[in-house]
């Protein structure tokens, strides 16, 4: 596809089980990212994946929470024993380095997870 | 740590005034970017400022970097209600995660 994809679009899920999110980047993006968006609020960081190097898992609020990204390309977001708080869009967004450094991202629509 | 922050949170706007948005940031990177949001939607690129000094424009909308002061500002002349959005500014050091502020978010009305 031409763009960023995620999926689900939406996932509704109990308390205490576990998820998987799944974003396909840009063919060729060598820089992927997962970003945390809750109701009203700005945009959490989470992991940084870029080429071949060790991930920056800097963001990721608890161990509840890890991301791989097979083949340099697909990458999946899992969330274990799911949490109420953990009700947010989860953004996906792939990236180029251009010249000068200059790195645009490209986000996907997002998967709203709602925990009941 | 990285930390971006920006004011105001909240902004309402009347069509036709000029208005600005200032994004601080605390570290010396040179590459500061701007996104727009609308609801319900993902983020969409606007500018990216890549050096001191560096001022970009589209339409109503103009950015500029003052690395120095580790500041930049989106500023918005004559406000027409298609630029009501959540405006976002981000900022990366090399070889690092894109960082992003809390986000502006904007309403003109007549």
């Known amino acids: 596809g031409a763009g960023v994809s995620q999926s689900p679009s939406n996932k509704v899920t109990e308390k205490g089980k576990d998820v998987e999110l799944r974003c396909d980047p840009i063919?060729?993006?060598?820089?992927l990212y997962w970003y945390r968006q809750s109701l009203g609020q700005g945009l959490e960081f989470l992991i940084y994946?870029?080429?071949?190097?060790?991930?920056?898992k800097s963001g990721l609020p608890s161990d509840r929470f890890s991301a791989e990204r097979t083949g340099g390309s697909v990458s999946t977001l899992t969330i274990q024993r799911t949490q109420q708080e953990d009700s947010a869009v989860y953004l996906c967004?792939?990236?180029?380095?251009?010249?000068?450094?200059?790195?645009?991202?490209?986000f996907g629509s997002g998967t709203q997870l709602s925990v009941l | 740590e990285l930390k971006v922050e920006q004011n105001p949170l909240f902004l309402s706007m009347q069509e036709g005034k000029n208005y600005t948005i200032y994004c601080n940031y605390s570290?010396?990177?040179?590459?500061l970017y701007w996104y727009r949001q609308d609801p319900g939607k993902s983020l969409e690129s606007l500018f990216v400022?890549?050096?001191?000094?560096a001022v970009k424009q589209e339409g109503r909308l103009m950015a500029s970097l003052d690395t120095k002061a580790r500041l930049s500002t989106l500023h918005i002349t004559a406000a027409v209600h298609d630029l009501s959005a959540t405006y976002f500014c981000?900022?990366?050091?090399?070889?690092?995660?894109?960082?992003f502020g809390k986000g502006t978010t904007l309403s003109v009305s007549s």
């Open positions: 967004a792939s990236s180029l380095l251009m010249g000068q450094g200059e790195e645009k991202l490209f």
């Open positions: 063919s060729g993006h060598t820089a």
């Open positions: 994946f870029q080429g071949n190097s060790a991930p920056d």
């Open positions: 570290t010396t990177s040179d590459r």
């Open positions: 400022l890549l050096s001191n000094g």
């Open positions: 981000a900022v990366d050091e090399a070889g690092t995660a894109l960082i």
